[in-house]
């Protein structure tokens, strides 16, 4: 159950502020005035309460006085009159003379003497009068009784009876009086109190008004007073760079870096000693509402400044924060940012991408939903070890992700805060498997360089013994009979010398370093030049030779015999790899915007495994029988296409559209291969026809050819 203080209390606070001070002023006003009509009845009435009680013993000592002649003379008739004379008053009840036997000698009542009323009040034998209060049925009064006494001797006994209700009647009266008078007081009071509360509370009004204006966001509000004259004014000055110039939002005391000679420098409230003996201060000064009210409007003014500059740098920190996000997300290696606990804070795309996560299944969380057992092991060490000793890591590691073996080159790097204290771990991993790659290649071309070198210093050793033999050898057959067994032997003795230096010359080929002649040639005609060579003989074994020529093609910078060399080779391989019933196509074509010209090279044989794709271009790999294929054919084409500024590549199966028409025709076609060979254009000659698009077979989005 709730205490009814504590309600009070409640009520009390929901009231107004006019209404709380109109409730203190009564308030105070009524205990003011219990207390002064209590207080002022009390001394009142015991000082008529006094004065009554020594009117009453005057009385009956001046009646016991005046009483001593009759009694003696026995003139009850004058005592009779006396007590008449005596009750006379309206605040005497009664009076009456008894003789020194308690008998009633006199008396002032009308209906009969109260028999008990004598023996009431007896005076003690040591005093010579008393006082007490006495109930007479009627009401209640003070009894006074005095001794009639001669020369020591007691004639009797005179009593007076004073009026209680009459004091108290004007103990009342008194009362009221003052009662009235404080009422007076209050109304007086509350009137002048009600024209300071309305001043307060039309002050307190607006200044709420203001604030309630603030909360909404409008801070151009003024609560202070408008004042007739501001310091500029008053001043006279003309310092229009002065910052209180001109702002009728502010009091210049509370601006700082004023231009007066007079004020002090700093702001408010330190600045305020040497402005309260300013003329513009005493001037302008107000109350403590109006000090209020303008401290309010400084605050007002102040917020919106500080508003103002939290927005610009709350679009400056969007714009740059946007433009932070937009590098980190853009930025290909992998990016993360962990904490102290190793839980990740921020990633970027990239690493959502490698590892298939989203950013929400990342952030917030440890190694243990990124890596594996083995992996977060070695992390969690290394992280403790940088967090510990704030020494940065930079390793490349080999890892298996999606059975693809990839490179990076990862660095960790601590976070540090303001006091120098480590928070998390930046980490950025870069994919450096191209550069492996190209490493690994490098040194492949430079075992490759050696191996040319060495190849054709032992060629060239070995050149001459073969000559000799191949001679010795022609010599012996011209001398043995065709059908012996002996000629059969020579002869195949003189085949394999054959082969030795047919290796051997292609050896010399690969290994020597021929500048070629480059020269305006037409690459159409060299490429007709050998179909026109091979097509008989391919022929024989019912292998098609077709071609699709561009005649758009200008004339191109090259050496026509080693690009002829290169033609007949790549036909040789599709011929030896179709064997017999199959198509090889031969399709040229002009890319204007890319300014090249592209060469196509396709069969439907056996193919070429992918495995093998990668290294047909090395020296001594072949996939042609023992005795049939050097390994050097495509080693020299390389060279040579790379000696024009070109490229060549291979894709293997070939797509059906490269096969050309006759393939329709072949009942088992091969999964076949597509040689691509790619060499520049000068800018001579260059046609306006824009090129044909078509799908690049090499994977690429697509080429212009």
């Given at each position: ?419 120098s204290n480590i928070i998390g771990l930046l980490l950025t991993a870069r994919d450096i498997s191209a550069v492996k790659n190209y490493q690994e290649q490098l040194i492949q071309s430079q075992k490759m360089e050696d191996l040319g070198r060495l190849a054709g210093g032992v060629a060239h050793e070995i050149n001459t013994p073969l000559g000799i033999i191949l001679g010795y050898t022609q010599m012996l057959l011209e001398d043995l ?225």
């Amino acid at each position: 159950m709730t205490n009814p203080a504590v309600m009070a209390y409640r009520y009390l606070c929901r009231l107004s502020f006019a209404a709380k001070i109109y409730l203190g002023i009564g308030g105070l006003l009524f205990m003011a005035g219990v207390a002064s009509v209590l207080l002022s009845s009390n001394i009142s009435g015991a000082a008529l309460t006094k004065e009554a009680k020594k009117r009453g013993a005057t009385l009956a000592s001046s009646l016991a006085a005046r009483s001593v002649g009759p009694i003696l003379s026995v003139d009850l008739l004058r005592l009779k009159n006396m007590t008449d004379e005596a009750a006379s008053s309206p605040d005497i009840v009664y009076a009456f003379v008894l003789d020194s036997r308690g008998q009633v000698l006199a008396h002032s009542f009308i209906g009969g003497f109260p028999v008990e009323l004598a023996r009431a009040n007896p005076i003690p034998r040591d005093e010579g009068q008393s006082d007490a209060v006495l109930d007479i049925g009627s009401q209640r009064v003070y009894d006074f009784a005095h001794h009639v006494d001669v020369e020591g001797d007691t004639l009797g006994v005179v009593r007076v009876g004073l009026s209680q209700d009459r004091i108290r009647a004007a103990r009342r009266d008194v009362a009221w009086a003052i009662v009235l008078s404080l009422g007076l007081v209050a109304v007086l009071a509350v009137g002048l109190g009600s024209v300071f509360i309305r001043t307060v509370t039309r002050r307190l009004g607006a200044l709420r008004e203001s604030a309630e204006e603030v909360v909404k966001g409008n801070l151009d509000v003024l609560a202070g007073p408008t004042i007739s004259a501001n310091c500029w004014e008053i001043m006279n000055c003309d310092r229009k760079e002065c910052p209180a110039y001109g702002d009728p939002c502010r009091r210049c005391w509370y601006v700082a870096g004023t231009l007066c000679p007079e004020c002090a420098p700093g702001d408010y409230p330190h600045k305020i000693e040497s402005c309260s003996d300013c003329r513009v201060y005493r001037e302008n000064r107000g109350d403590e509402i109006q000090d209020l009210a303008e401290a309010f409007d400084v605050m007002a003014v102040s917020l919106k400044t500080h508003i103002d500059e939290l927005k610009s740098t709350e679009k400056n920190l969007a714009r740059s924060e946007q433009l932070l996000r937009t590098i980190f997300d853009v930025t290909p290696d992998l990016v993360s940012l962990q904490d102290e606990n190793g839980a990740y804070r921020a990633v970027n795309k990239a690493f959502c991408r490698y590892f298939n996560l989203r950013e929400q299944d990342i952030i917030g969380r440890t190694d243990h939903s990124v890596f594996s057992i083995q992996d977060q092991h070695t992390n969690r060490v290394e992280d403790k070890e940088i967090l510990q000793t704030g020494i940065p890591v930079s390793k490349e590691v080999m890892v298996s992700h999606e059975n693809a073996k990839r490179w990076f080159h990862i660095v960790k790097v601590p976070v540090y805060d303001a006091e120098s204290n480590i928070i998390g771990l930046l980490l950025t991993a870069r994919d450096i498997s191209a550069v492996k790659n190209y490493q690994e290649q490098l040194i492949q071309s430079q075992k490759m360089e050696d191996l040319g070198r060495l190849a054709g210093g032992v060629a060239h050793e070995i050149n001459t013994p073969l000559g000799i033999i191949l001679g010795y050898t022609q010599m012996l057959l011209e001398d043995l009979p065709e059908k012996s067994q002996e000629h059969e032997d020579v002869a195949v003795i003189e085949k394999q010398t054959k082969v030795c230096k047919k290796i051997v010359a292609d050896l010399l080929g690969f290994s020597r370093q021929s500048e070629s002649s480059l020269q305006k040639m037409d690459l159409n005609e060299s490429i007709d030049e050998v179909a026109n060579l091979v097509r008989t003989i391919f022929k024989q074994d019912r292998v098609e030779l077709e071609l699709d020529l561009d005649p758009k093609i200008p004339p191109i910078e090259g050496d026509k015999e080693k690009l002829k060399s290169v033609w007949l080779n790549l036909v040789n391989n599709a011929f030896d790899s179709i064997g017999q019933d199959g198509t090889i196509f031969i399709r040229s074509k002009l890319c204007k915007h890319r300014r090249r010209v592209v060469v196509f090279f396709a069969d439907s044989g056996s193919g070429i495994s992918q495995e093998n794709l990668k290294k047909i271009f090395d020296p001594f790999f072949t996939t042609k029988q023992v005795g049939k294929g050097t390994g050097l054919g495509l080693s020299i084409s390389f060279g040579i296409i790379k000696e024009h500024k070109g490229r060549i590549s291979a894709v293997s199966p070939a797509p059906v559209d490269y096969l050309g028409s006759g393939h329709g025709q072949i009942k088992q076609p091969g999964p076949g291969t597509v040689f691509i060979i790619e060499l520049p254009l000068t800018s001579e000659g260059l046609p306006e026809e824009e090129c044909e698009e078509f799908a690049d077979v090499t994977g690429d989005a697509a080429v212009r050819v």
